[in-house]
């Protein structure tokens, strides 16, 4: 499919006068579009909930249109409980999906009264020490060996640092009944940016069964399983997007084949979808700053890998759209790059784009979910803003950019800035 940005080049350079570049622009009403869909697909299920993964786009003007959207959140960290907590998501609208949990983490989650969504089995008895345990609590749960479906490998869970194996689900259960549990949830998340619309079903038949399974071995009550995150985007034109419909479908499907004849036909499903959510809804815009014709041909932008790591550390694509230049010819080979230190600081390799002059305004796709909130600091670079494109056309800023006053408030103390 064609990827078209949200904005035209008048509308960047318009947003521009008030955002210097780099910034990320959210697309409000497509971010809502998207979520009402998400909850049509498994309106079949009553208890259904989708908990947006904080960490894909830590922003609290996010996080309150998914709340007006009836979503929750899910937090793995002290930081993203406080930020779920300031926008008034609390209690079972929070999924505490975390793993190598500090203390105080557990402590926090069970005083805002989110579920925990347990990583290990030794943290039950590191819970009961340090905050108790809660009557709800899940377990993640991890099968181990190759994810496959069609025989496509699409992950490795048994190089996975996450979750209990099968055996220790089974016990765990009865520990955590013992201790006080009385309803319980199971959580898996096996693949990553899976473009199938098999992947939710294929988890769900694994969670289903084992659902069943753990009942009749231990009795405990299970009233939800967490289908995680996962589901992915089309970062790629060629690549055809996931169709949230029929994904809803096919988890449907299995729940009526496995878990309504076992008697368990009133499960809530959740999901925990970070990407799915978000990264389509996003983009990074930037300007061209200079050009460079070496052994290569360079176009140097203002934003860098510090706010938008994916190309760098995983070599990920996304699409570059030249603003005013839709529909030029793509003839000519370019690398992309920002102004990092680091070789690996490049945007696009060897992209055919069409021919780019200094100033221009480029769109980098596809950074709504897991762009933003990966940035750093490195080389001294400050963290850009970001900026909501509301429903009725006008821009609201939703984080102001660093200034190298942010990037020094660390060293407050010392007197010397
Ligand atoms: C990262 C993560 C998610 C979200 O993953 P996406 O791929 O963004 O959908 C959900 N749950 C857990 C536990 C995660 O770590």
């Given at each position: 499919m064609k990827k078209i940005p949200f904005i035209t080049k008048e509308q960047a350079e318009e947003l521009k006068k008030q955002y210097p570049t780099p910034f990320h622009l959210y697309d409000e009403k497509a971010i809502r579009e998207n979520a009402r869909k998400v909850k049509e697909a498994f309106s079949w299920n009553k208890g259904f909930k989708e908990y947006?993964?904080?960490?894909?786009?830590?922003?609290?003007?996010?996080?309150?249109?998914?709340?007006?959207?009836?979503?929750?959140?899910d937090c793995s960290s002290y930081t993203e409980l406080l930020m779920s907590e300031a926008v008034g998501i609390?209690?079972?609208?929070?999924?505490?999906?975390?793993?190598?949990?500090?203390?105080?983490?557990?402590?926090?989650?069970?005083?805002?009264?989110?579920?925990?969504?347990?990583?290990?089995?030794?943290?039950?008895?590191?819970?009961?020490?340090?905050?108790?345990?809660?009557?709800?609590?899940?377990?993640?749960?991890?099968?181990?060996?190759?994810?496959?479906?069609?025989?496509?490998?699409?992950?490795?869970?048994?190089?996975?640092?996450?979750?209990?194996?099968?055996?220790?689900?089974?016990?765990?259960f009865k520990k955590l009944m013992e201790k006080g549990a009385k309803h319980f949830g199971i959580h898996a998340f096996l693949a990553s940016n899976t473009v199938a619309n098999e992947y939710y079903p294929k988890l769900a038949r694994i969670l289903f069964q084992t659902a069943v399974e753990l009942k009749k071995e231990t009795g405990a009550d299970i009233t939800f399983i967490n289908l995680s995150g996962g589901?992915?985007?089309?970062?790629?034109?060629?690549?055809?997007?996931?169709?949230?419909?029929?994904?809803?479908?096919?988890?449907?499907?299995?729940?009526?084949?496995?878990?309504?004849?076992?008697?368990?036909?009133?499960?809530?499903?959740?999901?925990?979808?970070?990407?799915?959510?978000?990264?389509?809804?996003?983009?990074?815009?930037?300007?061209?700053?200079?050009?460079?014709?070496?052994?290569?041909?360079?176009?140097?932008?203002?934003?860098?890998?510090?706010?938008?790591?994916?190309?760098?550390?995983?070599?990920?694509?996304?699409?570059?759209?030249?603003?005013?230049?839709?529909?030029?010819?793509?003839?000519?080979?370019?690398?992309?790059?920002?102004?990092?230190?680091?070789?690996?600081?490049?945007?696009?390799i060897d992209r055919m784009l069409p021919k780019i002059d200094i100033g221009?305004?480029?769109v980098i796709h596809d950074t709504g979910a897991h762009g933003f909130s990966m940035g750093y600091n490195y080389n001294g670079k400050l963290r850009s803003a970001e900026v909501l494109l509301k429903e009725d056309g006008t821009s609201q800023l939703i984080r102001r950019a660093e200034t190298p006053k942010d990037y020094f408030a660390t060293f407050d103390f010392m007197n010397i800035f």
């Amino acid at each position: 499919m064609k990827k078209i940005p949200f904005i035209t080049k008048e509308q960047a350079e318009e947003l521009k006068k008030q955002y210097p570049t780099p910034f990320h622009l959210y697309d409000e009403k497509a971010i809502r579009e998207n979520a009402r869909k998400v909850k049509e697909a498994f309106s079949w299920n009553k208890g259904f909930k989708e908990y947006f993964a904080v960490k894909a786009t830590p922003n609290p003007t996010i996080l309150q249109i998914l709340k007006e959207e009836g979503c929750g959140t899910d937090c793995s960290s002290y930081t993203e409980l406080l930020m779920s907590e300031a926008v008034g998501i609390t209690g079972s609208d929070i999924m505490f999906s975390s793993n190598v949990t500090p203390g105080e983490d557990f402590v926090l989650a069970r005083k805002l009264g989110a579920t925990i969504n347990l990583d290990d089995f030794t943290h039950i008895d590191f819970l009961e020490k340090v905050a108790g345990i809660p009557e709800t609590i899940s377990c993640r749960y991890n099968p181990g060996g190759l994810f496959q479906i069609n025989n496509d490998i699409m992950d490795t869970p048994g190089e996975a640092k996450y979750g209990f194996t099968r055996e220790q689900l089974t016990q765990g259960f009865k520990k955590l009944m013992e201790k006080g549990a009385k309803h319980f949830g199971i959580h898996a998340f096996l693949a990553s940016n899976t473009v199938a619309n098999e992947y939710y079903p294929k988890l769900a038949r694994i969670l289903f069964q084992t659902a069943v399974e753990l009942k009749k071995e231990t009795g405990a009550d299970i009233t939800f399983i967490n289908l995680s995150g996962g589901v992915g985007i089309a970062y790629t034109p060629d690549k055809e997007p996931n169709d949230i419909m029929a994904i809803g479908a096919g988890v449907k499907e299995a729940f009526e084949e496995i878990l309504v004849p076992a008697g368990m036909g009133d499960i809530a499903i959740f999901t925990e979808m970070g990407r799915f959510m978000l990264a389509p809804y996003g983009c990074l815009v930037t300007t061209v700053l200079h050009e460079k014709h070496t052994y290569k041909e360079y176009i140097g932008v203002d934003a860098c890998a510090a706010n938008l790591m994916r190309p760098a550390i995983y070599g990920a694509y996304h699409h570059i759209t030249v603003l005013g230049k839709e529909n030029a010819p793509c003839d000519h080979k370019y690398d992309v790059t920002g102004g990092l230190c680091e070789n690996n600081d490049k945007f696009a390799i060897d992209r055919m784009l069409p021919k780019i002059d200094i100033g221009d305004i480029l769109v980098i796709h596809d950074t709504g979910a897991h762009g933003f909130s990966m940035g750093y600091n490195y080389n001294g670079k400050l963290r850009s803003a970001e900026v909501l494109l509301k429903e009725d056309g006008t821009s609201q800023l939703i984080r102001r950019a660093e200034t190298p006053k942010d990037y020094f408030a660390t060293f407050d103390f010392m007197n010397i800035f």
